[in-house]
C-alpha cells in the first residue's frame, strides 16, 4: 500500500520552514525521502531506520516514529533550489520502494 | 553510490511498435527495479529484475507487455511492447548498492507514444 503524505502541495517564500508527512498504514522498516525536480530522476535525500531517529541533511532533516508509522520531513530556512517535488517511500526491508503521491514545494523570492 | 547509465533518454514512438530501454550500473548489484512515472504522477513499481531468474512483476503489469531481461549483475533491459497513447510516460530503472539502503534512479526515459 502507497504511504499517504501531507500536504499535496506548498508555497514558501525564501526563509520560510515547511514540514512534509508520510504516513503508512503498513508497517514502516525504512523510510526513504527523495527529491525531484522537473525533468529530471528523483535524488536521494536521506534514510531513516527503525528505531525512531532523526537524520540531517544541511537544512533538511527528518525524523521516523515507528510506533504511528510516520516520517516526517523538516525544511527550514528554505532556499530556491528546495524547489521540486518530494517523495518519500517505503519498504520493508530488501524489497523495492513504495512511493507516496509526492508534495510539490514551491519555494519563491 | 552507484552511477547508472539509462538509455535512450527520450524517444518517440509509433503506436504498435515497441521500445527498449537499457540500464548499465557502474557495480554489480543484486536487484533491479523498473518504475513508470505518468505525467504528474507519483513513481509506480513496474517489476523487480533480479539476475538469474524471472521478472517479479506488480499487479497490473504482465510480462507480455513488458518483457525484461538480465543477463547479468550490471544491466538490464525494459521492453514497452505493442505501444499505445497511453504508455507515454517516463520510466526509470533504479537499483539498491547493496547493503547500503540507498536506492539510486537512473536518469528517466521519456517515451511518446503517436
Known amino acids: 500500500q502507497q504511504p499517504v503524505q501531507s500536504p499535496q502541495a506548498v508555497i514558501l517564500r525564501e526563509g520560510e520552514d515547511a514540514v512534509i508527512n508520510c504516513s503508512s498504514s503498513?508497517?514502516?522498516?525504512?523510510v526513504h525521502w527523495y527529491r525531484q525536480k522537473h525533468g529530471e530522476a528523483p535524488v536521494f535525500l536521506m534514510i531513516?531506520?527503525?528505531?525512531?531517529e532523526q537524520k540531517g541533511h544541511e537544512k533538511i532533516s527528518a525524523s521516523f516514529n515507528e510506533k504511528k508509522q510516520q516520517s516526517s520531513l523538516y525544511l527550514t530556512a528554505s532556499q530556491l533550489s528546495y524547489s521540486g517535488t518530494y517523495f518519500c517511500?517505503?519498504?520493508?526491508?530488501?524489497?523495492?520502494?513504495?512511493f507516496g503521491k509526492g508534495t510539490r514545494l514551491s519555494v519563491i523570492a | 553510490s552507484a552511477v547508472i547509465s539509462q538509455k535512450p533518454s527520450r524517444d518517440i514512438c509509433q503506436r504498435g511498435t515497441s521500445l527498449t530501454i537499457q540500464c548499465q550500473v557502474d557495480?554489480?548489484?543484486?536487484?533491479m527495479f523498473w518504475y513508470r512515472q505518468q505525467p504528474g504522477q507519483s513513481l509506480t513499481l513496474i517489476a523487480t529484475?533480479?539476475?538469474?531468474?524471472?521478472?517479479?512483476?506488480e499487479s497490473g503489469f504482465v510480462i507480455d507487455k513488458f518483457p525484461i531481461s538480465r543477463p547479468n549483475l550490471t544491466f538490464s533491459t525494459l521492453t514497452v511492447s505493442n505501444l499505445s497513447p497511453e504508455d507515454s510516460s517516463i520510466y526509470l530503472c533504479?537499483?539498491?548498492?547493496?547493503?547500503?539502503?540507498?536506492?539510486?534512479f537512473g536518469s528517466g526515459t521519456r517515451l511518446t507514444v503517436v
Open positions: 517511500g517505503r519498504n520493508s526491508g530488501n524489497t523495492p520502494l513504495v
Open positions: 529484475a533480479n539476475q538469474g531468474s524471472e521478472a517479479t512483476y
Open positions: 503498513k508497517a514502516l522498516y525504512s
Open positions: 533504479s537499483v539498491e548498492v547493496t547493503g547500503t539502503w540507498n536506492y539510486t
Open positions: 557495480s554489480q548489484v543484486t536487484m
Open positions: 531513516l531506520l527503525k528505531g525512531g
